[in-house]
């Protein structure tokens, strides 16, 4: 059986150089053990900080993480992309050109007879109606096409403004958010069966039973903070691994 392997919230293109260069080298690591595993990737959200969609350009800041995707393709793994609220509009790139499998909201696969819930994580508490107002604004094929129209490099100057302010400040928010998505988790488990919660954006890294004591509850963390956490499943079993 093949594994299958998560990860979240890298947030490439946030960080000074020296970090992000420690992120992308790790990424490589990361997309050949992938590769020699031929297994599935799910990579749930907020990997990229900022990413915009034109016509006849690609953010030429993201080429290496894009041929990385490229290459794992070429080895034959499965790569399926949640949105985030950093990374929020995919467009068609990813799909068409580079044939990664793109999701906007929660997807249930069912992976070697294991329900699964995978969902970024955002968006999901009710009070939060600014944010799901910023969502339905952005996601707006029309206000995203205005948006495209833009010279390439003031347009990207304003998704990573806009990327700041889609952004936590301060810890006791993460913390409110890790808890919420826990609650979220739990009573969501009360009216549908699945065996395992898989989700990032709060950055708090976590692996535990829901209140049902049978399935469980993944946060995959962040590689904001200088580690380099990532979720295996593999024969029935999920385990959050470390990349050193
Ligand atoms: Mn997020």
């Not at 093949?2 to 000074?16: E, M």
């Not at 968006?123 to 948006?147: Q, T």
């Not at 889609?166 to 993460?174: A, E, F, I, P, T």
């Not at 708090?204 to 956490?229: A, C, I």
Request: hydrophobic fraction near 35%; proline fraction near 2%.
């Amino acid at each position: 059986m093949s594994k299958s392997f998560f990860v979240s919230d890298i947030h490439f293109g946030l960080q000074s150089e020296e970090a992000e260069d420690r992120k992308i080298e790790r990424f490589a690591e990361f997309a050949g053990m992938v590769s020699r595993e031929k297994g599935s990737l799910y990579m749930v959200g907020d990997i990229l900080d900022y990413w915009m969609e034109f016509r006849h350009v690609i953010p030429k800041y993201f080429n290496p993480f894009l041929c990385l995707l490229r290459e794992m393709i070429g080895h034959g793994v499965d790569i399926h992309y949640f949105a985030g609220n950093h990374d929020f509009w995919l467009g068609s790139y990813f799909g068409k050109v580079l044939g990664v499998r793109t999701y906007y909201g929660a997807k249930e696969p069912v992976i070697e007879g294991k329900h699964f819930y995978i969902t970024h994580g955002d968006g999901l508490d009710p009070k939060d109606i600014g944010y799901r107002l910023f969502v339905s604004l952005f996601r707006n094929r029309f206000n995203l096409a205005l948006f495209s129209a833009i010279q390439p490099d003031i347009a990207i100057g304003l998704m990573r403004k806009l990327s700041r302010l889609s952004r936590n400040h301060g810890g006791s928010n993460r913390h409110y958010e890790a808890d919420f998505l826990f609650q979220y988790a739990d009573s969501l488990a009360e009216n549908k069966a699945f065996d395992f919660f898989v989700c990032g954006h709060s950055h708090m890294k976590s692996h535990k039973k829901l209140s049902n004591g049978r399935s469980d509850y993944v946060n995959l963390g962040t590689w904001t903070e200088g580690e380099y956490p990532y979720g295996v499943f593999e024969n029935e079993r999920f385990s959050l691994q470390q990349l050193k």
